[in-house]
């Protein structure tokens, strides 16, 4: 089977070969140096023949290879090269297709100088003071190095191949002078180095869009020096990017995709470090055309052709999107987006790749994506430490609201927490000393996987007096841990109660059955009292949220005080007479009526306004009350009713009897709204 031949030097001669390659086409691309075949994946379609060839060599080797078509898609000012290409084919009867880079307008900035020749520009640099950025290539820089006066203030921008820096080296250039890097660079890249190497003039050529001239001229711009250009070279015959791709459709008779999709990559990238990195993730960030991700994660790395401190969809989809439709070249891009850590441990990579597949799926994005993991800092600490994690509870404050974590800790005897910064790590000291937890061991990871790296053994005391603001992760050891009790029952005895009345232990457990919770509801808890109800819901999971409404100032100290006590940051007291501050709430799944306050046909009316699939449950102790409850409850839809009437009686001693002593009888009413 035949195939085609490419001349590269450019990086259309490389997207040129990534879309044969992704179209099934088998191909040939000569490039010049071992560089060049680096920057290549290997492709099972793809064959590489690297070093340079005169016009014999090039002849011999079309004619012992099998080729439909020759493409040249070598540099535009490489003249020698196309022409021996053009004469090796001198007889031949195989189509030759110049690939032509496309190329940006010429302007007249007033930074802007033009010369025609290398030695022309060299001229004039000698006679200007300051620190020079050559970005020309290595092959011209003799021409600069004439002269000391010019060679000594050069910083030579090649690329990162050992023929490059022979070249340099063979000039004269010291190493510092030498700034081997792969482009293309973006205008940030190029103005740091402006500045970083304190230069007076940039020397470019005119290499079209995708050779990073206008970047070069911005940078400038910004940095207020000028630019110098090496000519634009002479309008050569020859096609677009499309025209060779619909011409080796009709010589290959096959179709080539070039309109291409883009390649999305959620990538884990550890700690950040460079080091944490897994091989996988580091390969696609070395093959990225495009990196997105927050300014830290994106500052070691420079990819093909920009990257974007975007990190939030609303950032990232309609960026995408842009870039689609601009179809700066017309194949697949890769677009790599970095998360911290484990993409699938606390991490924005699932709500991102949500919203993204939203977009695929109705057509507005076209792209694949994959999801790449990366290591947690949890599980790089428990390697630091010794310590596994499948045994331990694992939780975050990093960015984020963290409930009950005192009481998380008191039933667990190892527990991870990832942090946002030292507050978090003082705060977690702060938390364990008033829960009387001080002899928990904490060990802080500071840090993880950089040179700064530092584990540290830590009381509560000193973790509270921690000040050196970082990255950190810890681990808490605690040496009493108790048992997690898996059902609510906290006797009448253990709450803070003064004289507030309280809705009794059993009622409390029967009422609390019949509100039938879940994971993640919201509660009001309505005439709260001494918050009882509110402390035996917000106990349940750590997941739940309960507003403890009361309206007296004693009861009032009483929810804040047993919230303290059983260390609930769930529970959020609300003074208000209800309904009033109701609907100010966030909205409710549940509520619970402990005391209406002679206002509960307001109440319900509320209620059925703030969600009209809410669950309720009403205690009542009087048949008034339960008649007033009939009677409101037929002025709206409910379903699921339930009335229980309890008598509880409780054994009191008496020397050495025990007699039973009768509670008030309690109603409790059950219901859920639903819309008609």
Known sequence: MKEILIFAGTTEGRKLSECLAASGISHTICVATEYGEVVLKEHPLRKVHCGRMHTEEIKEFIEKGSFDAVVDATHPYADVITENIKTAMEGMDIPYLRLKRELDEQHTDGNVRYFLTNEACAKVLEEMEGNILLTTGSKELSKYCVSENVKSRLYVRVLPGIESLSICMKQGIKGKQIIAMQGPFTTEMNEAMIHQYAISCLVTKQSGMSGGYSEKKEAARRAGIPVFVIGRPKEEAGYSFKEICN??????????????????????????????????????????????????????????????????????????????????????????????????????????????????????????????????????????????????????????????????????????????????????????????????????????????????????????????????????????AVHKQLTHGITDGEFIRDKVPMTKEEVRDVSICKLKLYEGAVVYDIGSGTGSIAVEIAGLSDGLKIYAIEQKNEALSLIQQNKKKFQLDNISVVEAKAPNGLTELPKATHAFIGGSGGNLKEILQVLYYVNSHMRVVINAISMETICEIKEILSLYPVENEEIVQMQVNRAKKAGQYHLMQAENPVWICAFDFYEQ
Not at 386 to 414: F, P, V, W
């Open 247 to 480: 011409k080796l459709e009709k010589i290959s008779g096959q179709k080539i995709q070039i309109n291409g999709e883009l390649q999305i990559i959620l990538a884990g990238i550890g700690m950040g470090h460079k080091n944490s990195l897994t091989k996988e993730v580091k390969d696609a960030i070395e093959e990225a055309d495009i990196l997105l991700g927050a300014e830290r994660m994106l500052a070691p790395y420079q990819p093909r052709m920009e990257k974007k401190p975007f990190y939030q969809a609303k950032q990232i989809i309609p960026y995408l999107k842009e870039i689609q439709e601009k179809k700066l070249f017309l194949e697949n891009r890769k677009v790599v987006i970095l998360f911290s850590g484990d993409s699938g441990f606390y991490s924005g990579c699932q709500l991102l790749y949500d919203a993204l597949q939203k977009e695929i799926n109705v057509g507005r994005l076209k792209a694949s994506i994959c999801i790449m993991p990366g290591i947690s800092s949890v599980a790089y600490l428990a390697s630091c430490i010794g310590e596994s994690y499948q045994d331990a509870a694992i939780c975050s404050m990093h960015g984020k609201e963290l409930n009950n974590l005192a009481r998380r800790i008191k039933t667990q005897q190892k527990t991870y927490v990832l942090m946002s910064g030292v507050k978090d790590v003082n705060r977690l000291g702060n938390i364990l000393t008033e829960a009387g937890m001080t002899e928990c061991e904490i060990m802080t990871g500071f840090q993880l996987s950089y040179t700064e790296q530092q584990i540290r053994k830590l009381t509560p005391r000193e973790c509270c007096e921690l000040t050196e603001e970082g990255l950190y992760t810890c681990f808490i050891k605690n040496p009493n």
